[in-house]
């Protein structure tokens, strides 16, 4: 068997979705499992939603997940340049569009400007004027117009009564299209940049790749792809598309149901491993019921496991369970270290390492881990609603005991609170639900004794004084 090569070839259009992630790692692991290349390259010409320093961000996104290209920008390759507005300059695209031309697969587009806008913008929204009159204008007519110095676009040249198809190697069946529901679609506008249909068919054909693996969203395009693979004489590379991934609410995966962004998610405190191993599961099955792959693992499984058919949907709750398993195989120091951006500023570092193994336990992500500790670097803003009607005696009965504590040490402080509420029968779980509250400002925090070893003595005699004060 020749050589597998993959691509993802994602368009710098701004953050990169989960879903992309997905595209990329499936492509990813596809070749790796079968010792193929696996190549990036940017598609950002036929695309004025283009944003600056959105394919930086791409690569440092798929390098945080570990998801290294053998060919692509920054570290090039044999089919150099891999980012398409770069091969514009080279002339690649205008030359196979030329070869359409020729070969009366393409034709010029003498709309003007203005004409063409709306036209595209006609197909966009389906109501489908699939012929364009400039399909009947002699070629040596427009020739004869570019000559005089008219920039003419060009366009699809789709034959009448045929059938296209190809056999999905992903969704695992036949897929055909009756030529006269395809698109005359735009080839090389009048810039000279290919649309996305001209410079995905051009480069998949000239970077040799394999398999293309892409989302779902791209099935509309490929009846065209399959014409200009034809057309231009290249061999068919497999194809095969991913599943779309539901939302648990319905519908596709959508951004008014929360994150849907890799930064989105990283930022949050989602560790890179967590996300990875839970988009590995968005769509493909292995053989058994394993939840748990590193990148290497999930690539030597790979093969063994199936891409489904069934869309996915896209769990948070399981996303969490991930991410709280990473985060508990990490040291305390890595944890710790990991943490740096989610404390307050100015924290002590010393105070955070101290806190990190009473929240290990506790926290699903690192931002959670402000919700939880943030008492220990800031005075608790107590709503004093939250209080038992119990509360103040008990505060101020408490604050006397720990006052008199000559070792500040766990064993101390339970044994002298146990004397105190059974001397005064208070309920031990209304006692110490009011004394959390007094020293954090909240229902939940890790264990309240070690909270308070770590607080000091003082500290946690004046947060009960305090808020006694409050309930006066
Ligand atoms: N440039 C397209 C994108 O932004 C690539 C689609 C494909 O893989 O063919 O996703």
Redesign the pocket.
């Known amino acids: 068997m020749s050589e597998v090569r993959t691509r993802f070839?994602?368009?710098p259009t701004g953050f990169l979705h989960v879903g992309?992630l997905r595209t990329a790692l499936f492509a990813y692991a596809f070749a790796k499992s079968q010792g193929g290349k696996f190549i990036l390259r940017v598609?950002d010409t036929d695309c004025q939603r283009c944003i600056p320093g959105a394919a930086e961000k791409i690569y440092e996104m798929l390098k945080i997940f570990g998801i290294d290209w053998d060919e692509g920008p920054l570290v090039g390759g044999s089919y150099a340049p891999y980012i398409q507005s770069e091969r514009v300059r080279t002339g690649v695209y205008k030359k196979y569009a030329e070869q359409l031309l020729k070969g009366g697969h393409a034709y010029y587009c003498c709309c003007p400007p203005e004409e063409l806008e709306q036209i595209e913008e006609r197909h966009e929204r389906k109501r489908i004027e699939l012929r364009d009159p400039c399909r009947n204008v002699d070629i040596q007519e427009a020739q004869a117009r570019i000559k005089k110095g008219e920039k003419l676009a060009i366009r699809l040249r789709v034959p009448e009564n045929e059938t296209v198809s190809y056999h999905d190697f992903v969704l695992k069946k036949e897929i055909s299209w009756e030529t006269n529901c395809i698109d005359e679609v735009m080839l090389l506008k009048t810039d000279g940049f290919p649309t996305?249909h001209l410079g995905?068919v051009v480069d998949d054909a000239l970077m040799q790749i394999s398999h293309?693996i892409?989302?779902r969203d791209?099935l509309p395009s490929t009846p065209v792809h399959l014409l200009l693979f034809k057309y231009l004489g290249f061999p068919l590379p497999q194809i095969g598309h991913l599943t779309d991934i539901l939302d648990p609410g319905g519908g596709k995966l959508s951004k008014r149901k929360g994150a849907v962004s890799c930064e989105e998610f990283l930022a949050d405190g989602y560790l890179p491993e967590a996300i990875l191993n839970f988009i590995m599961l968005v769509g493909w099955a292995p053989k058994d019921n394993r939840e748990l792959f590193t990148l290497e693992e999930f690539i030597i499984n790979f093969q063994k496991g199936s891409l489904q058919i069934a869309n996915p949907v896209f769990n948070r709750k399981k996303l969490d369970w991930f991410n709280g398993i990473y985060l508990r195989k990490k040291t305390d120091e890595e944890l710790a270290s990991l943490l740096k951006n989610y404390v307050p500023d100015g924290a002590n570092v010393a105070l955070v390492n101290q806190t990190v193994p009473l929240v290990k336990d506790r926290i699903t992500k690192l931002s959670d881990y402000r919700l939880l500790a943030g008492f220990f670097f800031e005075e608790p803003k107590i709503d004093r609603a939250l209080f038992s009607a119990t509360a103040g005696v008990q505060l101020i009965k408490a604050a006397e005991v720990l006052g008199k504590i000559k070792k500040w040490e766990k064993v101390e402080i339970e044994e002298g609170l146990k004397k105190l509420i059974e001397k005064e029968k208070w309920e031990t779980g209304d006692f110490f639900m009011n004394f959390r509250v007094a020293i954090s400002g909240s229902k939940i925090t890790p264990p309240i004794t070690d909270s308070i070893v770590i607080l000091g003595q003082k500290t946690t005699l004046s947060r009960l004084q305090q808020a006694a004060k409050m309930l006066e």
Do not use: D, I, L, T
Request: no cysteine; net charge neutral.
């Open positions: 070839a994602p368009s992309s598609e996305y995905v293309v892409r989302g791209w």
